[in-house]
């Protein structure tokens, strides 16, 4: 496990080409390294994420995706991504390659690729729509029973991107509250970076919580604040109205592409980023 700066955990693990999760499930979504991802312009990138939010929308929308592999996209509680729609639809600024599945068909290829199995399986898929919609959904005939199973090919991301409340000096990763599919996500990839609210000498005890151990980690940044928008369970809230506003900020490309350029290109690290918001429409 190293520790590194955020910039030298992307600079180091995220290649242009690389598959990539940014797992967080309505908290610790990891904001801070979507932003520092867009700073070092990377492109070409599958990126992968069970509900991909505005933090897709944002590297969509800059131009870092060919692919996403997904279960549901949207603004929480707000609309549409516009960014993501217009990639799809227009195939700006580049067109988007879409790997649709459910949220039990992503859990199942995170869970297979966590086991390191060539595919995973799950009943939810057989004769529904989607089988049609999506060529990567097959079935297998189960052995015993010769019944029909539908089958998802394995996620292996090259990376996989987390955020937590803390790690401990060894590199030992705790989170807590919602934990979604970031255990199996982080476990499923050839390398494991978090970034964490704070370091600690020992990790406190905490409920619903889950410890990723060293040896699995590949690097931790220390990055206060680092799921901003989103919220951190036992740390700081939900920023609703920053959902709110992000519909008017990102329905227009040019309104889109100066907010990036004076809050996210035009800011050093994700501290100047929280900076640059205050007092900002």
Partial sequence: MQLLSLREAIAEYVTDGACVALEGFTHLIPFAAGHEIIRQGRRDLHLVRMTPDLVYDQMIGMGCARRLTFSWGGNPGVGSLHRLREAVERGRPKPLELDEHTHAGMAAAYCAGAARLPFGMLRGYIGTDLVAANPRIRSVECPFTGERIAAVPALNPDVTVLHAQRADRQGNVALHGIVGAQ????????????????????????????????????????????????????????????????DAISRDRTGFQAWMERHVLGTADHREFLASLQGAA
């Fill in 183 to 246: 255990r199996e996500a982080g476990l499923a990839a050839r390398a494991l970076v978090v970034t964490v609210e704070e370091i600690v000498d020992t990790l406190p005890p905490a409920m619903n919580s889950i410890v990723l151990p060293h040896w699995v980690v590949s690097a931790v940044a220390h990055c206060p604040g680092g799921a901003y928008p989103a919220y951190a369970q036992g740390c700081y809230g939900r920023d609703n109205s920053f959902y709110q506003r992000w």
